[in-house]
């Protein structure tokens, strides 16, 4: 059963591999930043591969201040908000686009907005650890990807 779950990230700073038009660029800041930092908390990774149009990708790491080493990425203001998100099988495109179909109409039957205005995106994460992944995924038959959609509450 489709069960979303909505999300309230507070504005912050983080560190940025620039938008590419590729994977390899964002890969590449994955390798060298993201691997490494330190940053990130031992419950859920906050890194996320963010989506605009046309299909270009950033990757960002929320930071806890900016005091934060960036190795020469670029430091960005994270504008937090609301998403709603829901799970889907990784490396599968054609569950990726239904899983964001069912999030966008969840959107539309209940009392919230699409909110796409500057510095909102779609935005994807697998929120679990390397080691914990390779369980789930030997348990479930699959890799979870847990897809964000940038939401508002509409007005009443």
Same mark, same amino acid.
């Given at each position: 059963? @489709?069960?979303?779950?909505?999300? !309230?990230?507070?504005?912050?700073?983080?560190?940025? =591999?620039?938008?590419? *038009? %590729?994977?390899?660029?964002? $890969?590449?800041?994955?390798?060298?930043?993201?691997?490494?930092?330190?940053?990130? =908390?031992?419950?859920?990774?906050?890194?996320? +591969?963010? @989506?605009?149009?046309?299909?270009?990708? $950033?990757?960002?790491? $929320?930071?806890?201040? %900016?005091?934060?080493?960036?190795?020469?990425?670029?430091?960005?203001?994270?504008?937090?908000?609301? &998403?709603?998100?829901?799970?889907?099988?990784?490396?599968?495109? !054609?569950?990726?686009?239904?899983?964001?179909? %069912? +999030?966008?109409?969840?959107?539309?039957?209940?009392? @919230? !907005? +699409? %909110?796409?205005?500057? *510095?909102? &995106?779609?935005?994807?994460?697998?929120?679990? =650890?390397?080691?914990?992944?390779?369980?789930?995924?030997?348990?479930?038959? &699959?890799?979870? $990807?847990?897809?964000?959609?940038?939401?508002?509450?509409?007005? +009443?």
């Amino acid at each position: 059963m @489709f069960r979303p779950r909505i999300n !309230e990230f507070p504005p912050c700073k983080a560190v940025a =591999s620039g938008w590419k *038009g %590729d994977f390899r660029g964002v $890969l590449d800041f994955m390798g060298e930043w993201i691997s490494g930092d330190g940053a990130g =908390s031992p419950f859920a990774s906050p890194d996320f +591969l963010c @989506f605009n149009e046309p299909m270009e990708f $950033l990757w960002i790491k $929320l930071l806890p201040n %900016d005091e934060v080493d960036t190795k020469g990425f670029e430091m960005i203001d994270f504008s937090g908000g609301l &998403y709603v998100s829901a799970i889907a099988i990784d490396d599968n495109i !054609e569950d990726l686009m239904k899983t964001i179909n %069912d +999030l966008k109409n969840w959107v539309k039957e209940h009392n @919230f !907005e +699409l %909110d796409f205005r500057s *510095g909102r &995106y779609r935005m994807t994460r697998r929120f679990t =650890s390397e080691e914990s992944s390779e369980v789930f995924e030997k348990a479930l038959g &699959y890799s979870q $990807l847990e897809v964000f959609i940038p939401i508002m509450i509409s007005p +009443l």
